[in-house]
């Protein structure tokens, strides 16, 4: 009858030009009657990506430049179809049959990421006018559009499998005999594979910037932020997916702080509760109206937007985000609705890059949206690179300390010792349902260093005291995550296996003498000093001296500050002097949770602000309430600490803000 009835009850007839076009995951949800209604056609996938590459490559060959002949343009056009028809195939036959991606990716997918590369190699700068070179560079193209979404999937690197079997079966060009296939790029003087590591630029590392605005390049940040450049100037969405803590925002923040002056991008943080509604806002914000139905960024400016988390948000009944449907209607048609004019809205100049983990939300997004980025799965970096990494901070740090220091080369023995217990602590604390927050990874071990690059020439004069600071913060980062008593002895006797490993010339005595505690205000309250305090004593001199002065301008808190209350006050008041530094406190109740933050505020001369929750508090209060405090933090450059507890959380969604 081509009536369409709402669930309102309203009723819309469908007119004789009008159908409905439906894919088998949208009928999951349909009454058999529909199913039964709908002609069904089954559209062969490998049909569909020959027919994708056939038409590339005629554009390509129509659009080629004026001064190429015809005979040129034919001969070129034909040696893309002969490497076309030689590697695609076989090889995606091989993926189906023999590995794994970290998310579903099609065919055509593949397809379609190969010939984007293609466009940013096969220029005359590289190739020239003939076709001799075109296989080197399409083989370099063509592992990264099949193997690139390769990673350790369930304890299989397939991507070193995917490196061996390409090197097996495909001899025509040879990638050098070490390393993976990923490992090389394409050097456009010579026409020959060279390694990545050879062109990663050295940066020097000053301590008055902070660690979080500053990446460094390894070889595997600068195979993906070349890729990355490869993809931007044509608007091809790209999209890094890895686990949590492997460095996916890291990359894409240093890419963006790079971009030139006709670049601006905006980030967007998808959580639980973003929808369609949410969505489009953040999208529309940086935007300004132009002629007609359409909006673009200020000027003659290129937007990016960075879609962080992408698969974070709650799916509906039908298992569906509206986020995401919204996305793919932007990504693949390049115009919006205004929902309330009902009206198009074309949003000129924008393209996006996206960060997912494969492990959280949803797990995976619509494969209608996926097919349209090229995918980059990002593993966990590998010892030389964090070695590369760290090193930079910390030699950058160090080199204005004691001369001891300097010559004793302790920058790379901290790092070494570092490297050792990361890889031991992951290993011995695993996740289980009990403990779901034994995980560590990238984060933990910036923590560490970031707790390092606080200790500053004037306390820090000998190497003894670099090794104890960084026992010091490597037991707040890791030690104070564990929850039983048990678990620390075992993390404690992990250090100093390594310490004695690592730090052979200093006594153990001395290295592990308790009790082990660096504070800000070693030197008094106020001080702003790091460094270790010898004893109990003075530390309880000091915080006594705090909290009485607390109580005179502050309702009055009668505390008994025993060891552990005052090892609680120094962890918390760490935490809040670091930059971006953000503590849960886990404890039953009435335990000091709360009393003990307060005092370390104090301590650290933040002020201390709590929302009064009521029976019409809501969302929009918290906002108000948050408003005020970024106005006072951000604008009167004041220190504040927000104190929240599990009691006040009236709504879920104030999580999210």
């Known amino acids: 009858n081509r009536l369409l009835t709402l669930a309102s009850n309203e009723r819309i007839r469908l007119l004789g030009h009008m159908r409905l076009i439906f894919e088998i995951r949208d009928l999951a949800y349909a009454s058999p009657a529909t ?37 040129q343009r034919e001969a070129r056009a034909a040696k893309l179809a002969e490497l076309f028809d030689k590697y695609c195939e076989v090889t995606m036959l091989e993926i189906f049959k023999s590995f794994k991606t970290v998310v579903p990716i099609l065919d055509f997918n593949m397809a379609q990421t190969l010939c984007c590369f293609l466009e940013g190699l096969l220029t005359e700068e590289n190739v020239g006018r003939d076709e001799s070179k075109f296989e080197i560079y399409f083989v370099y193209a063509a592992v990264w559009a099949f193997g690139s979404a390769m990673s350790v999937t369930s304890g299989v690197d397939y991507r070193k499998r995917f490196s061996i079997w390409w090197k097996e079966n495909w001899k025509t060009i040879k990638f050098p005999h070490r390393g993976e296939v990923f490992d090389y790029y394409v050097d456009p003087k010579k026409a020959e594979f060279a390694a990545w590591a050879e062109i990663v630029p050295d940066i020097t590392y000053s301590s008055t910037t902070p660690m979080s605005a500053v990446t460094v390049p ?122 309330t004019k009902l009206t198009q809205k074309v949003l000129l100049n924008t393209q996006y890059l996206a960060a997912m983990n494969p492990t959280a939300g ?5 494969p209608r949206l996926q097919r349209l980025f090229a995918t980059f799965a990002v593993g966990f970096p590998g010892a030389e690179a964090l070695t590369t990494i760290y090193s930079t901070f910390l030699n950058g740090h160090l080199s204005n300390f004691a001369k001891e220091i300097v010559e004793e080369e302790m920058g790379k023995k901290v790092v070494q010792a570092a490297l050792q217990l990361h890889r031991k602590v992951a290993s011995t604390f695993r996740k289980t349902a009990q403990n779901f927050h034994y995980e560590f990874n990238i984060r933990h071990m910036a923590g560490v260093f970031q707790g390092i690059l606080m200790g500053k ?201």
């Not at 590339?56 to 430049?65: G, L, S, V």
């Open 457 to 657: 020439n004037e306390q820090i004069v000998e190497p003894l005291q670099l090794a104890q600071l960084w026992l010091h913060e490597s037991e707040r980062v890791y030690g104070d995550r564990l929850v039983s008593p048990q678990d620390l002895k075992k993390y404690k006797d992990l250090a100093a296996e390594v310490a004695k490993k690592i730090f052979k010339e200093m006594s153990p005595t001395s290295l592990m003498a308790e009790p082990l505690i660096f504070v800000h205000f070693a030197h008094g309250i106020g001080e702003k000093q790091y460094d270790r305090l010898p004893n109990f004593g003075e530390l309880s001199t000091l915080l006594t001296q705090a909290l009485s002065e607390y109580n005179e301008t502050n309702a009055v808190m009668e505390l008994v500050l025993f060891e552990d209350a005052m090892r609680h006050v120094c962890r918390v008041s760490r935490i809040i002097e670091s930059p971006g530094g953000h503590a849960l406190l886990v404890g039953v109740g009435g335990s000091g949770k709360q009393s003990l933050s307060k005092l370390a505020s104090y301590v650290s001369g933040f002020g201390l602000r709590q929302v009064v929750i009521s029976a019409t508090y809501g969302v929009n209060e918290l906002k108000a309430d948050l408003q005020a405090m970024y106005r006072k933090s951000g604008l009167k450059a004041e220190g504040l600490v927000f104190l929240f507890t599990d009691q006040q959380i009236a709504d879920e969604r104030f999580l999210v803000y």
């Open 362 to 366: 949803s797990f995976v997004v619509n």
């Open 35 to 71: 199913v039964t209604r709908a002609g069904i056609l089954f559209i062969s996938e490998m049909r569909q990506w020959k027919n994708f590459v056939k038409s590339w490559i005629e554009n390509r060959r129509d659009a080629e430049a004026a001064n190429v002949t015809a005979e």
């Open 218 to 339: 390894t070889g595997e940040t600068v195979a993906i932020t070349f890729w990355l450049d490869n993809l931007m100037p044509r608007k091809h969405p790209a999209m890094l997916v890895g686990n949590a803590g492997c460095g996916k925002t890291a990359i894409i923040n240093g890419k963006l702080r790079n971009l030139g002056e006709e670049y601006m991008s905006t980030t967007v943080n998808i959580n639980y509760y973003t929808n369609s509604t949410l969505f489009l806002r953040v999208l529309e914000g940086p935007l300004e109206k132009k002629a007609g139905k359409n909006y673009g960024p200020p000027g003659s400016k290129k937007l990016i937007y960075f879609v962080d988390d992408l698969n974070m948000a709650a799916l509906d009944k039908y298992n569906t985000a509206s986020n995401i449907s919204l996305m793919r209607q932007h990504l693949a048609y390049g115009h919006v609705y205004d929902m």
